[in-house]
């Protein structure tokens, strides 16, 4: 690169062509009209989604975790460096100023107060950007800061969605633990039956023994549905930024696993995903990628930098002003030879913006996909509850029948055990479908981005 020295007013050079930073390609991606699943909205849906399980413990614990949780505030906490970085990379447009001093003293240690010299000024710079590096480094660093807001916001989508998970996960053991406990109670009343009935010598002692081992078996669950209640209980404690040791007091109002009142927001799967704010990460990431490519196409023009200057030279001991000196230059840097680096490394810089494309294009199809899983999920749950509650009519009806014909010696216990394992079987299933349902609802609001709300202002490029 040739350096050359001009004088200030050759800053008009200003005017030569510069490069421009590219704009992101439009990420184009196919996408049909609507998804294939069908599902039918409640009108007047609101963004705060968890709110439509109608569940105030729930909704107590999402605002905690929004307030609270450790990751979001990490995240928070880049977005304030994002902004201050931001910031720098703007003040690089203005003139930079700073002040120096110094001084010593002249022919050695002869004690003449005469010898000391002191120096004091000013120094400065300014960069009229004529290449455009300073606009395509605050267009970088603009999309980066960008990206750190939609960051927030995808964290916050995350953590409500993880909150409410895991808080369907804690609703699902405590049903499974009452419908233990009414199994259990099932079981001990048949288990008392066959007991009267070895006691007047109408039963065999194995039919006794097979009714304790079906109790035995059943109240053997428990243990692990206990696990399962602690390790959701100490999930909710982490999301709401608290150590699992302090737990987490809950009202015991036996509500059971909540039911989703309201409905998925209805559109084009583009209407859906556009408030993905990791889609939105990913495009902000594609202009920073852009941006870079500018920043490297800069090189290969000509920089020009401003440099100034205003010193106080001060003599003896009275140190009376004996010069001040005032410089004002233009140093013009153009490039020259290389050996090629220059121009590789714009190829690198646009393979990488390529790559950042291709990135969003793979986000965009994956985004789709969730969006429609977790759609046909919620059809199939709820179909799959519909014949679960018709299961457990038959399996009742039969139970009652089958205990009554064994009562009158009609049928044997085996036939007895095995229609009350299909009615708690019945129970259980129906439980973990209420709650695969809820969850599925969950999934689909998470997979579609809500809630989307990033907690400062949208950032501008001013």
């Known amino acids: 690169m040739a350096r050359f020295l001009l004088p200030a007013p050759l800053c008009l050079l200003a005017a030569c062509a510069t490069p421009q930073s590219p704009a992101p390609a439009a990420a184009q991606t196919a996408l049909s009209a609507d998804f294939s699943a069908a599902y ?24 905690r975790a929004l307030a609270q949780n450790l990751d979001i505030a990490a995240t928070r906490q880049r977005l304030m460096a994002a902004r201050a ?45 004529i290449n455009g590096r300073l606009s395509a480094e605050i267009a970088q660093q603009l999309a980066r800061t960008q990206g750190a807001a939609y960051q927030l916001a995808d964290a916050r989508r995350l953590i409500a ?49 097979r009714a304790a081992a079906d109790l035995a078996r059943t109240q053997a669950q428990r243990g692990l549905i206990d696990l399962a209640r602690a390790d959701a209980l100490n999930s909710l404690a982490v999301l709401i930024g608290e150590p699992a040791s302090t737990g987490i007091s809950l009202p015991d109002d036996d509500g059971g696993i909540p039911e989703y009142a309201g409905g998925p927001p209805r559109g084009v799967p583009t209407d859906l995903v556009r408030r993905r704010p990791d ?79 291709y990135d969003y294009r793979q986000l965009l199809l994956q985004i789709l996909a969730e969006v429609e899983t977790s759609l046909v999920a919620i059809q199939s749950y709820e179909e799959r509850l519909d014949a679960l509650a018709g299961a457990i009519d038959q399996s009742e009806v039969a139970f009652n029948q089958s205990n009554a014909l064994y009562r009158e010696g009609l049928t044997s216990l085996f036939e007895v055990l095995d229609v009350q394992r299909q009615l708690i079987s019945s129970r259980q299933d129906y439980v973990d479908a209420q709650a695969d349902l809820a969850s599925a609802i969950i999934r689909m609001y998470r997979a579609v981005g809500a809630p989307n709300m990033p907690e400062a202002p949208p950032i501008t490029a001013d």
């Open 279 to 357: 889609l939105l990460v990913a495009e902000a990431n594609l202009a920073a990628a852009g941006a870079a490519v500018g920043i490297e196409r800069a090189d290969l023009y000509p920089s020009l930098v401003i440099p100034g200057q205003i010193g106080f030279d001060a003599l003896g001991s009275v140190s009376i002003v004996s010069s001040i000196i005032a410089t004002l230059t233009a140093v013009l840097d153009i490039p020259l030879i290389d050996g090629g680096r220059r121009r590789a490394e714009v190829r690198s810089a646009e393979a990488l913006a390529e790559a950042s494309l």
């Open 85 to 129: 970085l931001l910031d720098a990379e703007r003040s690089d447009r203005l003139p930079q100023l700073d002040g120096f001093a110094e001084a010593g003293a002249d022919g050695g240690f002869r004690g003449n107060n005469n010898d000391l010299r002191a120096a004091a000024g000013l120094a400065g710079s300014f960069n009229p950007d």
């Open 40 to 63: 039918r909205p409640s009108p007047g849906e609101a963004e705060l989604w968890w709110r439509g399980f109608g569940d105030r413990e729930l909704n107590r614990l999402v605002d």
């Open 161 to 209: 969605a993880s909150v409410a998970l895991t808080y369907i996960e804690l609703k699902r053991s405590e049903e499974r633990l009452d419908l233990l406990a009414q199994s259990s109670a099932l079981q001990e009343r048949t288990l008392n039956i066959v007991t009267l009935r070895y006691e007047a010598g109408l039963s065999a002692n194995l039919d006794v023994r």
